[in-house]
């Protein structure tokens, strides 16, 4: 009898911890990192391209991610073929690195049930469809200021944008993200309840671009 529930057990347990299926998800979400932000917290150390002084990277497209109003899919199984180097590499521009291309691909772009070539374009189309604000790569010297500001910041460039489509988000002390909610058909929306929450810190450190 033992026996019997143990092998009960093993197969009613679920085969895949990861892996939904792919294009069953709500909507995106958009990430935009603070790239000084990244390098001060984990590029340096690694020796990042992307954080060489060579380089003005600001707000860099993080990923592209497909959300649900509770919760998001990962690591989904897809008939698509996987991107190529060439696909991923191409994403350095406004990624930072063909690595990170590769890793959203394989952890959110497979969720998208698109190919790898249209979620790398969806993905571009999102990012310069948001307008960054100029203020923040005029940055000389590192600030401290409320998280608010760059919401408001990003509200007052994207006029279609509202406080609810937004969220900042803080790391270790430092603003770290803007996140910007958007339909499958890439226009803006309310944020669910799993994203919506802001950073509340007033004194956020903001580094310079490099």
């Known amino acids: 009898m033992r026996k019997l529930l143990l092998g009960l057990m093993l197969w009613a347990a679920p085969v895949w911890a990861e892996g939904e299926r792919a294009g069953a998800f709500d909507y995106y979400v958009l990430a935009l990192s603070w790239s000084p932000t990244w390098c001060a917290l984990e590029g340096d150390a690694r020796g990042a391209d992307q954080c060489d002084d060579r380089h003005d990277y600001g707000w860099t497209l993080h990923g592209l991610w497909p959300q649900n109003e509770r919760g998001w899919p990962s690591y ?13 590499g191409a994403m350095t521009d406004i990624m930072g690195s063909g690595g990170l291309a590769w890793h959203q691909w394989k952890k959110h ?20 469809s948001v307008k960054r604000p ?10 401290k200021l409320p998280a608010k500001v760059v919401e408001e910041a990003f509200l007052e460039s994207n006029p279609d944008l509202a406080a609810d489509m937004v969220t900042i988000t803080c ?40």
């Open 134 to 143: 100029a203020v923040f790569r005029k940055l000389q010297d590192a600030v």
């Open 171 to 210: 790391k270790n002390r430092r603003i770290q993200e803007v996140r910007i909610c958007l339909t499958k058909d890439l226009d803006p929306r309310r944020c669910g309840k799993d994203v919506i929450n802001d950073c509340s810190m007033s004194n956020a450190l903001l580094d310079p671009i490099r």
């Open 76 to 88: 989904c199984r897809t008939s698509h073929r996987d991107a190529s180097r060439g696909q991923t």
């Open 109 to 128: 772009g497979r969720c998208s049930g698109l190919s790898a070539a249209d979620y790398f374009d969806a993905s571009r189309a999102a990012y310069t």
